[in-house]
């Protein structure tokens, strides 16, 4: 799953609106949009915080 379709998804399930989510993390509205379209692409740095403001672990591994 791609980072943005998952912060729609945890976003949604916690009733944080995109507004309060840039708040929440410093970034605009416009750039969350964007990640949550899969217009543009998120970095893991960006995630990690984005995730982080919602309360959300996600654990990058390799795969065997």
Do not use: C, N, P
């Amino acid at each position: 799953m791609e980072y943005g379709k998952l912060v729609r998804k945890e976003r949604q399930k916690l009733g944080v609106s995109v507004e309060q989510l840039a708040q929440m993390t410093g970034f605009t509205k416009r750039a969350i949009f964007y990640w949550e379209s899969g217009e543009r692409t998120m970095s893991i740095k960006s995630a990690d915080r984005v995730f982080y403001a919602l309360g959300v672990s996600v654990v990058i591994g390799k795969k065997d």
